[in-house]
């Protein structure tokens, strides 16, 4: 799988997540917990590996504008993240905090997959995506394993 596919893959689960995360919200079920610690250590290891790899690369190329937007997008999301975090979840402000971060997360996908992704494609090699590759999957696993 190259990296740009596993880029989409992991928003495709993040993006289910949200999904699931929402529906059972305020239930205090055992899957809701379940997706919910899974859903934050995803997010976070996929945010915190493209900013460590791709997001650096692109500040060096005519990508810069939509690097820096997406690095913004990133930090919005975490703050909002880190709220649902400090919020008890049968807090009246947790389903409306969780709807934010899923429209944030959901808007940044689509940029990403519709700007970023393809501009990257066309501006790095083979060789060079598969080095960033390398290199996400080590970050995104060592913050994963913080939001565990
Ligand atoms: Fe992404
Ligand atoms: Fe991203």
Redesign the pocket.
């Known amino acids: 799988m190259t990296f740009i596919d596993t880029?989409k893959k992991?928003?495709g689960t993040i993006k289910d997540l949200f999904r699931k995360v929402q529906s059972e919200a305020g239930r205090k079920t055992r899957p809701f917990e379940q997706h919910w610690t899974k859903l934050c250590s995803e997010l976070m290891g996929?945010m915190e590996g493209?900013e460590k790899t791709i997001y650096p690369a692109l500040m060096d190329t005519d990508a810069k504008e939509l690097a820096l937007s997406a690095i913004e997008e990133h930090s919005a999301v975490k703050m909002v993240i880190n709220q649902l975090c400090d919020v008890s979840y049968d807090d009246e402000h947790w389903k409306p905090k969780l709807k934010l971060a899923k429209d944030l997360v959901e808007h940044h996908?689509s940029e990403?997959e519709g700007e970023i992704l393809p501009k990257a494609v066309k501006l790095f090699d083979a060789k060079q995506l598969e080095q960033f590759h390398k290199e996400f999957t080590g970050i995104r696993k060592e913050t994963m394993a913080i939001y565990r």
């Open positions: 880029l992991e928003h996929h493209e996908i990403e």
